[in-house]
């Protein structure tokens, strides 16, 4: 059995218009799978593209 772990994601906005830093909180099994919530929340709420998003570094809460 897996364990859902809490995951902070820090990471950068480079989209002509909107720049900013942004740190935000997910639950996920792995690093990755919080990598694809990110990008997924970004895209639907921002409309961010991928190639605008650049993830500086991922930390596992405790």
Do not use: C, D, Q, W
Request: net charge positive.
């Amino acid at each position: 059995m897996s364990e859902v772990k809490v995951y902070m994601v820090v990471g950068r906005i480079t989209k002509p218009n909107f720049k900013t830093i942004f740190r935000k909180e997910v639950r996920a099994l792995k690093p990755e799978h919080a990598l694809e919530e990110i990008y997924k929340i970004f895209g639907s709420k921002h409309r961010v593209k991928r190639f605008h998003i650049k993830i500086l570094r991922v930390e596992e809460k405790t």
